[in-house]
Nanobody, 117 residues
């Protein structure tokens, strides 16, 4: 059973940086992509960044140029480097593994990021 565990969230001042990690326990077979999502209170969940199996990346317009998604295959870990953080980046951030076969999705439990002075 694959589990995804996020870490690295916390409280940061506007303009600051945080790096989130998503560690996978066990090998994920038929992996197509890894994704970071976020959900702010009262808002719908938003796709923040994607990295495909081949290494291509894509970002939401709201974070483009500030966030960087990456992975370390040897460590089975996904990262989200977040720079120039804004109060509107405050949300619970979750990682997801997308596979080409069942169960198709694995989700982590989420980590809180709060940007406030």
């Amino acid at each position: 059973q694959v589990q995804l565990v996020e870490s690295g969230g916390g409280l940061v001042q506007p303009g600051g940086s945080l790096t989130l990690s998503c560690a996978a326990s066990g090998r994920i077979f038929n992996l197509a992509a890894m994704e970071w999502y976020r959900q702010a209170p009262g808002k719908e969940r938003e796709l923040v960044a994607v990295i495909t199996y081949g290494g291509s990346t894509n970002y939401a317009d709201s974070v483009k140029g500030r966030f960087t998604i990456s992975r370390d295959n040897a460590k089975n870990t996904l990262y989200l480097q977040m720079n120039s953080l804004k109060p509107e980046d405050t949300a619970v951030y979750s990682c997801k593994a997308v596979t080409t076969r069942s169960p198709y999705n694995y989700w982590g439990q989420g980590t809180q990021v709060t940007v406030s002075s």
